[in-house]
């Protein structure tokens, strides 16, 4: 016989007999709540009861849209239109109206859009009044194309994101009068300079730049910068950097150039002396070292410099000075990351004996050095004899990495061994053989 199932009685929460003063509420009181929670919070409790299914399509915000029509209407009650926080426009074919697309533009000014980005198919053009819209904070805009000209009004710009957009030099500069307080620039492989490229600014603390593939010079003019990363590509011939004397951390990638290259950096090193992380690639170093061959030593102390990692060429004894120069002005760092490039054989390094007396005399080797990192060594002599000499004086070491050929790890646990650690990890990492090595805190004798 075959039993019936019971029916399950309804709990109520808060001892059963409570009241629910949140039903009770007025729709206009519980809208007002919602007004301050996120559109997915809002969303989110619409699923507690059926009275509140049909609020959020009464929200007063719409933290996020994303349109792929521009003909299509925005997303709110004809009665209560909704604030929209961010617009995403990204049309899946090239076919479509670029008028339509102005309306829309214009449709979310008048609901307060402050964040917009854009992804257009094959670098369409922009409409001219997307720089127009004095409530936005950050624009992103990848793969589209701006006008010769438009019009740029934007008090509040704070962010400016560029990525694979043809906009002319006389527009880069009008953005940046427009914007009085724009912060963050990002530009990246963009297009349409007649081969060079000029930004100047007082207001722009972080930049991003990647230089396009047809790019010849590059002009940074920006003495409130704190942070910088810049690549160049093969074409660049020129390079100047103005003094940013709020630097904080800088990532310079300079490519190999096809002709003789016009570098200026030295003023912009010269200023940051509150630098606290130094990064530079590819041929930076090498162009740092020919801007300082007749200096002995560096005319500034980077006292806050926590951070440094550098690409250099074991076999040219310019690199190697200008690093010891670099590192006798950094008495308080506590990670150092170096990086092998076209290491040659034994017969073209210099000799190691004739650096060790500077090395020895390193102040951060024995009180602040705690990460060591070493990227494509490979035991010949001069690297061989370097990383012995770290190993040993650096008495603060906790952690020591090292990246080297898969033939050479019987030659690299050797030299190891100068310096015992009772933790070790071998990866892939970088692509070839990588061990990651830490070492015991030794006790403060004094």
């Known amino acids: 016989m075959a039993r019936t199932p019971r029916k399950r009685r309804r709990r109520r929460r808060g001892g059963g007999g409570g009241h629910d003063y949140l039903s009770g509420l007025p729709d206009d009181v519980i809208l007002a709540i919602l007004s301050r929670l996120t559109t997915r919070q809002a969303v989110t409790l619409s699923a507690l009861s059926r009275r509140f299914r049909v609020l959020p399509s009464q929200f007063g915000r719409v933290d996020s849209a994303l349109v792929a029509d521009p003909a299509l209407p925005l997303p709110s009650l004809p009665a209560r239109p909704s604030f929209i926080r961010r617009l995403s426009f990204a049309p899946q074919t090239r076919r479509f109206s670029s008028s339509a697309f102005g309306r829309l533009l214009d449709a979310a000014a008048d609901r307060g859009l402050s964040e917009l980005a854009v992804r257009l ?52 500069s009008v953005i940046l009068k427009a914007a009085p307080v724009l912060e963050t620039l990002e530009m990246v492989y963009c297009m349409g300079f007649a081969g060079s490229c000029s930004m100047e600014s007082s207001t722009v603390r972080n930049l991003l730049f990647k230089s396009a593939l047809e790019q010849r010079e590059v002009t ?27 630097i904080r951390k800088a990532y310079l990638h300079i490519a190999r150039p096809r002709v003789k290259l016009q570098f200026r950096i030295r003023p912009f090193l010269d200023a940051g002396t509150g630098l606290t992380c130094l990064t530079l690639r590819g041929m930076a170093i ?32 310019r690199e190697l000075i200008f690093l010891l120069k670099l590192l006798e002005s950094c008495h308080n760092l506590q990670q150092l990351t ?16 004739d650096h060790e007396e500077r090395l020895s005399k390193l102040s951060c080797l024995t009180k602040s050095l705690e990460q060591l990192k070493f990227l494509g060594f490979r035991p010949q002599r001069y690297q061989k004899e370097l990383f012995i000499f770290l190993l040993t004086q650096a008495t603060n070491l906790k952690k020591m990495a090292v990246e080297f050929p898969k033939d050479q790890e019987a ?36």
């Open 286 to 317: 090498k162009l740092l070292s020919s801007e300082y061959k007749d200096t002995p030593n560096l005319a500034v102390q980077f006292e806050d410099l926590r951070i440094l990692s550098v690409s250099l060429d074991f076999s040219n004894e």
């Open 121 to 172: 198919p094959r670098s369409a053009f922009l409409p001219q009044n997307l720089l127009s819209i004095r409530s936005l904070t950050v624009v992103s805009l990848d793969s589209c194309a701006l006008p010769r000209w438009c019009p740029a009004a934007c008090p509040g710009l704070r962010t400016l994101k560029l990525h694979h957009v043809a906009i002319p030099q006389r527009m880069i």
């Open 411 to 446: 030659a690299v646990r050797r030299i190891l061994s100068v310096r015992k650690a009772p933790t070790q990890k071998k990866t892939t990492k970088y692509k070839q053989y990588y061990l990651e090595l830490e070492y015991p805190v030794e006790p403060n004798c004094s």
């Open 220 to 246: 940074v003019k920006m003495a409130g910068l704190r942070t910088i990363t810049l690549y160049t590509r093969p074409k660049v011939q020129s390079v100047r950097l103005d003094p940013a004397p709020e």
């Open 338 to 353: 170096l990086s092998a490039v076209d290491a040659k054989d034994d017969t073209a390094l210099p000799n190691f004996a």
